[in-house]
């Protein structure tokens, strides 16, 4: 049996040119549509990329100046520490004072002789230096 060939029927080699044909504008319209969405999108990567890295280098300096500022401050910290030290210190060495004008306003007024017996005298001189609490 022998087959005869139509002439409306292409031949094999025509059929894979044509095919390959249609497939690579169809590719081709597929690329150019990815392409077309892809671009802009890349784009905005780019810039954004470019002001990430401007925005980097600000907080690298803004993190530099509050660092040094954060020292600025540990120092006024420190000082201010020392000055309230040395207040606490003063404010002992006025309490130690008061104490003792106390124990001499007392030996004066029994020294005068006030009237009250040395009994009463010892026990306020007592409390006065410390021994007890401190009565303002």
Do not use: C
Not at 9 to 25: C, N
Not at 67 to 84: I, P, T, Y
């Amino acid at each position: 049996m022998f087959f005869t060939r139509s002439p409306n029927f292409p031949m094999p080699s025509q059929l894979d040119d044509r095919r390959a044909s249609e497939l690579r504008a169809s590719l081709s319209a597929v690329g150019s549509t990815l392409d077309a969405e892809i671009h802009p999108r890349i784009a905005t990567i780019h810039s954004n990329s470019t002001a990430l890295a401007s925005q980097q280098a600000d907080l690298a300096k803004q993190t530099a100046k509050l660092q040094k500022e954060s020292v600025q401050w540990q120092k006024m910290a420190d000082n201010s520490r020392g000055k309230l030290k040395e207040l606490g210190d003063i404010q002992n060495w006025a309490e130690m004072i008061e104490r003792d004008l106390l124990v001499l306003e007392e030996t004066l007024r029994i020294a005068e002789g006030d009237g009250k017996d040395a009994r009463d005298a010892n026990s306020y001189m007592g409390e006065a230096s410390g021994s007890s609490s401190y009565r303002k």
